[in-house]
């Protein structure tokens, strides 16, 4: 006899951790720095936001010599026991001009950032001295060693001042700088194809709102999509928009696998009938299908086509973005072989209460309060964009563990995740 199973009965797969889901799609991360043609030089002003290849060794020391912290006079404290003491002014040092050695019995006029002259040990700022004809008064007895900037004191010569697999910032191109570099060898840019599906989808500028017709709606994850990859470093090609059909979704997936790294799209990965995404994907190359255990975000699609990775997000505007965020974010960065790949969470206070814990770990759109509290945004659903706007970062909660005002919460700052 044969049993016929009901499909809504048959055993669910159990739903993946994220850690879990996120380990396997970093180990897929072959980082492209390791490739043929995978790193380049650019100009130490076109660097921000790109990720080191190599070790910069600074061939100097920073400062190079002792200077001055301040406008005012180099002397040796000896010379000025006690308060009053004056002393004549031999030199005029400016910054970017060279010192004599200090005549003994002498102060040297001096400014902020000018070598200090050897023979003098001390700085003391022109506030605190009153300046006479060819001579300076002290109006304190100094103490040795103020106001001097020592040589080396911010990079000794020979040291690693920025690692490779250093993610650069402005002050990491400002050091480059500091020790000479006007280029610096970094990763090539991940080169990325993105596409949205949906055929209720309609472009802004396409149609006034007043035209949009019954079950039309504007697609905001292809902004959103496009904007984080910038921010990431990578090429985009904007596919633009593809419709629900399986034979144009394996054309603009085999037309996109042909010379990007990663193809990435948002919807058509849930289990509905015009989700056409993933009969695509598996026809032209290999799928892995997650359902994962976050709020918002379950369905989460890791897969291959040719040479290209392929990531499907879904489609809902706020499950895309934090699965971006949690998922994609740290993968861009594997590929180019940056170091730090998770956000940096703070223990925070709840100013709000989340009774109802989902069984899934979720991440809730905050924002931290002028009080240095986590407020709520009080729509939370996978759909409404406002929330991750209004918010300023979001809570990772454990799965179940209910929220009282004042417990203390984990918060990740959107300021850290879009940077
Ligand atoms: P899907 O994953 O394709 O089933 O889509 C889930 C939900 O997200 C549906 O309500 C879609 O209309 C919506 N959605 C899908 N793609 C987009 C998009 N690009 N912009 C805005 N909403 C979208
Ligand atoms: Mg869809």
């Given at each position: 006899m044969t049993t016929l199973i009901n499909p809504s009965q048959a055993p669910r797969k159990p739903l993946r951790s994220l850690d879990d889901a996120l380990a396997e799609l970093l180990s897929y991360?072959?980082?492209?720095?390791?490739?043929?043609?995978g790193v380049e030089v650019v100009s130490t002003f076109d660097a921000d936001g790109r990720v080191l290849a190599e070790t910069v060794v600074s061939p100097l020391q920073v400062p190079a010599h002792d200077n001055s912290a301040m406008d005012g006079y180099a002397l040796c404290a000896a010379d000025v026991p006690e308060a009053g003491g004056v002393l004549p002014v031999s030199q005029r040092i400016a910054a970017g001009s060279a010192a004599q050695a200090l005549q003994p019995g002498t102060a040297a006029r001096i400014f902020t950032g000018a070598p200090v002259p050897p023979g003098a040990d001390t700085v003391v700022m022109q506030e605190q001295c009153e300046a006479l004809d060819g001579a300076v008064r002290f109006s304190a007895r100094p103490p040795v060693n103020q106001a001097i900037r020592r040589a080396g004191e911010d990079v000794a010569q020979g040291a690693d001042v920025l690692l490779s697999g250093t993610r650069l910032h402005p002050a990491a191109l400002g050091l480059a700088a500091s020790v000479g570099r006007a280029e610096l060898k970094v990763v090539r840019r991940p080169k990325v194809a993105l596409f949205s599906t949906g055929d209720e989808l309609v472009m802004p500028g396409e149609l006034a709102p007043a035209q949009l017709p019954a079950g039309a709606i504007y697609n905001s994850n292809r902004f959103f999509l496009r904007a984080l990859l910038l921010r990431l470093g990578c090429e985009v090609t904007d596919m633009g928009i593809v419709p629900d059909q399986l034979a144009a979704t394996q054309k603009a997936l085999a037309q996109a696998a042909e010379h990007h790294d990663l193809i990435l799209t948002s919807g058509?990965?849930?289990?509905?009938?015009?989700?056409?995404v993933k009969p695509a994907v598996s026809a032209l190359g290999e799928l892995h299908l997650w359902q994962m255990a976050i709020k918002p975000g379950k369905p989460f699609a890791y897969g291959r086509v040719g040479a290209a990775h392929f990531v499907g997000l879904p489609g809902n505007p706020v499950s895309s973005f934090v699965t971006f965020l949690l998922l994609v974010r740290p993968f861009l960065l594997r590929l180019q072989g940056a170091e730090e790949l998770a956000p940096k969470a703070t223990p925070m206070r709840a100013n709000f209460a989340w009774p109802k814990a989902d069984h899934r770990r979720e991440f809730l759109r905050v924002w931290r309060n002028p009080e240095g509290r986590l407020d709520l945004f009080p729509n939370q659903s996978s759909g409404v964009l406002t929330s991750a706007v209004w918010g300023d970062g979001l809570v990772d909660n454990p799965p179940g563990r209910p929220i009282a005002v004042g417990d203390e919460v984990a918060f990740i700052s959107f300021a850290e995740l879009l940077a």
């Open positions: 991360a072959h980082a492209l720095g390791d490739t043929a043609n058509g990965v849930s289990v509905g009938e015009e989700d056409h």
